[in-house]
């Protein structure tokens, strides 16, 4: 079991608070039937690997994955990026959330593997995310190119 301590519940109402978020989120697993867009906030469920807790069981790694919330609020509009707001079978892999401003707007942008990706106009920001139950176990573990770069030149 995961401790409490290890849960997560956070706001981020500046762009330092999301990158915080968005480490928590990498590797994210986020099913688009789980995706609404409605009135002024755009909210999805992750399930978001646990990089903050790891156990041994057996002698062998053990890590958790949790179901986590994710709730903008003062969204204006959604745009997708590579697929199509009814492909509700797919799973999209989170990498990242990164903020742009140009003069008069802030988008707030999720990327995905893929090129995949979520563009929300924002009023402001102000984002929500929070552990939705206690975390299970798992012996997988996110993998990225660069972990592998001297078992590929050896």
């Known amino acids: 079991m995961i401790p409490a301590s290890k849960m997560i519940k956070m706001r981020a109402l ?4 999301l990158n915080h978020m968005a480490e928590q989120l990498r590797d994210g697993l986020c099913p688009m039937v789980a995706m609404v867009h409605e009135k002024n906030s755009f909210t999805l ?3 978001r690997f646990c990089w ?5 069981h057996e ?11 994710l709730l903008f609020r003062h969204v ?3 745009q997708r ?3 199509e707001q009814h492909s509700h079978d797919r799973i999209l892999n989170l990498l990242h959330i990164d903020v742009k401003k140009t003069s008069k707007d802030t988008w707030v942008h999720l990327v995905f593997s893929k090129g995949y ?3 929300l106009k924002v009023e402001k ?3 929500y995310l929070s552990d939705l139950h206690d975390p299970w176990p798992t012996r997988s573990k996110p993998t990225h190119l660069h972990e592998h770069i001297a078992e590929m030149v050896a």
């Open 125 to 127: 920001l102000e984002v």
């Open 76 to 78: 204006q509009s959604v």
């Open 59 to 69: 002698g062998k790694p053990l890590h958790y994955r949790s179901h986590v919330g």
């Open 52 to 56: 903050n807790h790891e156990d041994k």
């Open 45 to 47: 469920l992750v399930n």
């Open 14 to 17: 500046d762009t330092t608070d």
């Open 117 to 119: 990706e979520i563009r």
């Open 81 to 83: 990026k590579g697929f």
